[in-house]
């Protein structure tokens, strides 16, 4: 989110926008490695039983992204495609664990 308005000179013209970052790249650890592909590498809280981001328009898609935690302490993340109505990925790993999500 980058402006030129004097001098062409970029600065940032949505400070707030990079508070969405803190979930994004901090809760969620997502990092996009190709354009229909991203890694996350999930942290939930401790006093947390589950998470999710809403409406996500990204890698060419509209998806929603949850995360629990199940019994066995492992978190079970879901990746649920908005356009075609369906559960494209669904898994069980251990915290901190790397998922790769392909569309």
């Not at 707030?16 to 592909?37: C, D, K, M, Q, V």
């Amino acid at each position: 989110m980058e402006a030129y308005p004097e001098d062409d000179m970029a600065h940032l013209s949505a400070k707030s926008g990079l508070y969405a970052r803190i979930f994004t790249e901090g809760l969620f650890g997502i990092i996009p490695t190709e354009l229909n592909r991203f890694e996350c590498t999930l942290h939930l809280p401790k006093s947390w039983d589950k998470m999710s981001l809403r409406k996500i328009k990204a890698f060419g898609q509209d998806f929603d992204l949850s995360v629990s935690r199940t019994k066995s302490g492992k978190l079970k993340i879901e990746v649920f495609d908005n356009e075609r109505e369906q559960v494209v990925m669904r898994a069980k790993y251990k915290e901190g664990e790397k998922v790769v999500v392909e569309f």
